[in-house]
C-alpha cells in the first residue's frame, strides 16, 4: 500500500503528493480509467494527462456530482473531449443524495482512494490522505465507479 497526502507539514518518510500519483496512474493507462470526484477544476497537469489518455484510445469513464454545477472550464474540457469516442462522462444527479466519492483507477489494476477532490486545494492546500490500492481491490473499485454510472446520467454538454 502507498501512502498519499497533501499539506506541506504531511510529507515525510514514504507519503507521495495525489498530484503525482493521479498523473503516475493517468501516464500508465493503457486500456482504460475509470475516475469518480465529487468536484474537478482544471487542474492543468491532470487535464493534459487525461488528454493524452484519450488520444491513446485510452477509455475514460469519469463520474462526477451534478455536472452542470462543476466549474465551467471543467465542463468545456470534458465537452470538448467527448467527440473523441473514448470519453464518457455522467453526472450523479439524485435529489436524495450526492456522489462524493474520489477515486481513480487504471486498467483495474491499481487504484487512488483518498479524500481529495481533484483540485487545487486537494492536491496542494487542503490536509488531505489517500492510498494506492491495488489488484482486485482495485478491480472491485471500478466496478463499483461503474455502478454509480449506471444510476447516473450522460452529461449535458450545454454549457452557459
Not at 462524493?100 to 483507477?105: F, G, Q, R, S, T
Not at 447516473?152 to 454538454?157: E, I, L
Amino acid at each position: 500500500m502507498t501512502v498519499l497526502a497533501s499539506g506541506i507539514e504531511l510529507f515525510e518518510g514514504n507519503i507521495r503528493s495525489f498530484d503525482g500519483a493521479f498523473t503516475e496512474l493517468i501516464r500508465k493507462s493503457q486500456k482504460e480509467i475509470h475516475l469518480a470526484s465529487y468536484y474537478i477544476t482544471p487542474e492543468s497537469s491532470i487535464f493534459r494527462e487525461l488528454e493524452r489518455a484519450i488520444q491513446r484510445n485510452v477509455k475514460v469513464i469519469v463520474v462526477v456530482n451534478r455536472f452542470n454545477e462543476q466549474n465551467p472550464e471543467t465542463q468545456a474540457f470534458f465537452c470538448k473531449n467527448l467527440k473523441s469516442g473514448n470519453l464518457y462522462i455522467f453526472s450523479f444527479e439524485r435529489e436524495d443524495a450526492i456522489m462524493h466519492a474520489k477515486v481513480l483507477v487504471s486498467d483495474r489494476k491499481s487504484a487512488i482512494v483518498g479524500s481529495a477532490n481533484l483540485s487545487r486545494h486537494g492536491f496542494y492546500i487542503n490536509y488531505e490522505i489517500g492510498t494506492i490500492v491495488n489488484g482486485s481491490d482495485a478491480w472491485k473499485i471500478a466496478k463499483l465507479v461503474e455502478r454509480i454510472a449506471s444510476i447516473s446520467v450522460p452529461a449535458n454538454c450545454r454549457i452557459r
